[in-house]
């Protein structure tokens, strides 16, 4: 369904910052914004360095109760950094995705790099050889595409679900990619070691909720 819909604001007088969030999985359009003529928009003052973090849904923040709620807008706060959020619903291990992403105008000015990756291999049950090789092919083109930024890169977060290859393998996949690429200003971070390994920290056995995400900030912002 392709539709337009008009929103007005009554607010309250003195000085306000608004946020627009677009509804996940959704393409929107802002066609336009309008304000009374009394009115004086300000100028905004944001952190000159950016993060950038790519991955799958677990980043991009499917099924969060709000925008505020996902764990890469407040690590972004915590780390006074601009966010750009480059992930996914349903990414998979793709080198290309780097280059795709961190080369766009968006990623400029990017000084800290996150790639959580793994989940959507698992449920595929992606050979451990080809996705290692993957992540390491994507590391390789976020070095290329940013050079001076620190890439941090995650193995998939607790999750009670299992299959044949398992999440232990992946998050083992995840290591070794990046210790085979070797780069000093590349670090691997353990999925397990950011978030209470329980149920009561997911939505769905997948997604972290506000309590889970919360502490992914917390962890993340501790070690990047």
Known sequence: TVSTQQ????MAAGTKTVVIYWPY???MTLTGLEIEQTATLGTVSRPASKLAVCGDSITHGALATSG???WAVTLAGLENLQLVNFANGGAVAVAADATTALTSGGATGATKVTYMIGYNNFVAQTPTATFQTAVQGWITNARAALPAAAIHVISPIYSPNTNTITLAQYR???QAAELAVGDANTFYIDGLSIMTNNTNRLVDGIHPNETGAAEIATNLAALI
């Open 7 to 10: 929103f007005e604001f009554t």
């Open 25 to 27: 999985w959704t393409g």
């Open 68 to 70: 505020d709620a996902l």
């Open 172 to 174: 083992s996949a995840v």
